[in-house]
Structure formats: C-alpha cells, structure tokens
C-alpha cells in the first residue's frame, strides 16, 4: 500500500515566518509534486520534481521553494510567509513515465492545512 | 498550457438516483483523463481514467465517456449511495510527453441525501 506522508497535519504560523512542509513517500517513486488547495479553485500545482535535485516550477510558485535531497523526501519551503498563503497544502508521487509499471496515478498525502497569521 | 472546466460546483442528489458531472478541456493534444475522489477530511484518490483512444470506460457504477471533438468529458455516478458524497475533481494531461503534468478543474461537490 503506498503510503505519502506530510509531516505536520495543521500548522499556524506569523507573517513573515520561514515555513516547511515536508513530505516523504515510500514506493520509490520518481516523481513529486506539491499542489495547493483553496474551495473554488481546485488543486494548483505549485511544484514538481522528477528526479533527486531536480525541480520544476508548476502554474504558482511565487513565494515557494521546494528541496528534494534524497529520493523520498520533497519539502515545501515558504520563505516569509503571507496570510495569502494560508491554504491547505498537497503532496503527491508517482512513478515515471519510463518504467513499465507507469499508470499515471497520482498518490497524494493527507494534507497540511496552513494558518498564516 | 492546458486549462480545465468543470460544472457544477455543487450536485445534490436523492439515494439511488445518478450523477453526472462535466468537465472541458483546451490542449487538444491532452490524451489522459483521471478523476480523482475526495471524501470530506482525506486525500483525493483516484477512482476511474479514461485515456483518448477509447470513448467510455465503466467501472461498475462509475462510468467515463470522452469526446475528443468537443473536448469534454464526463463522469456518471448510477444508483448514487450516501458514502458516494464527496468533491469529485477532473484532471487532464498530455500522456506522450516524458513528464506528466495534471491540470485539475476546480472541483465538484456531491452531496447524496439517503
């Protein structure tokens, strides 16, 4: 059963704040994505990661920051948090289009809810 | 890039009655169509896809139907049950490139009164 796990299930924060989110899977997969939440507006991606040290920018990644050191692991990083940025916060993984056993299924995590004060 | 519609926002419907739920999307070259379930308090998760070479896929009660042309797709729920309330999300993606990206819609809220 794969398994995505987002480290903090709800945080409050101040503005201005240094903010991360971490998240770690266990199926070995290679890709790694951070979507926000907002009602209304769906799942954004803010994110991605395809490979250890790569990263790309998704539809909204001003203000964000991702690090992805190891191959499990991909954290969010809000440098100086705004209230416009309290949401709740996505992780998910998949496999790589490359290996044959590719659905593309996404597997997400519980989700982060963010408070920024 | 891709963007996706989705209608309607919220769905209230009677036990046993069924659901339809409409998504359109505007990359003509997106050949990948998921729709994802999330249950009130947990993390959406994949419940049926339907990619371009086929026109309907049906998963017992659930089912999808593509029109390429139109560039819409839907998902029909049939003899709907209280736990099948949830927001129901469309996504669509190109598949043939060598990453994939979802764009998902905004979401749709069904609410099955028993």
């Known amino acids: 059963d794969v398994k995505v796990t987002q480290s903090s299930r709800y945080l409050v924060k101040r503005t201005g704040e240094k903010v991360f989110l971490e998240c770690v899977q266990d199926m070995d997969h290679e890709n790694m994505f951070w979507y926000r939440q907002d009602p209304g507006l769906g799942l954004r991606l803010i994110y991605f990661?395809?490979?250890?040290?790569?990263?790309e920018k998704g539809d909204i990644p001003e203000g964000y920051s991702v690090s992805r050191e190891k191959k499990e692991r991909f954290s969010l990083i809000l440098e100086s948090a705004s209230t416009n940025q309290t949401s709740m916060y996505l992780c998910?993984?998949?496999?790589?289009?490359?290996?044959?056993?590719?659905?593309?299924?996404?597997?997400f995590g519980e989700g982060s809810r963010l408070t920024v004060l | 890039g891709e963007n996706v519609e989705q209608h309607p926002s919220t769905l209230s419907v009677q036990e046993g009655d069924s659901a339809v739920i409409k998504c359109t999307y505007s990359d003509s070259a997106s050949n990948y169509f998921p729709w994802y379930k999330q249950e009130l308090g947990k993390r959406p998760q994949l419940i049926i896809d339907i990619r371009s070479n086929v026109g309907e896929k049906k998963d017992q009660r659930i089912a999808v139907t593509l029109n390429k042309t139109a560039k819409h797709f839907s998902l029909h729920i049939t003899e709907t049950q209280p736990e099948d309330s949830a927001v129901y999300f469309c996504a669509a993606s190109r598949m043939n490139t060598g990453f994939q990206k979802l764009v998902f819609g905004t979401g749709t809220r069904l609410l099955v009164s028993p």
């Open positions: 990661s395809y490979d250890v040290k790569m990263k």
């Open positions: 998910a993984s998949s496999f790589s289009k490359i290996f044959y056993h590719y659905t593309g299924e996404l597997f």
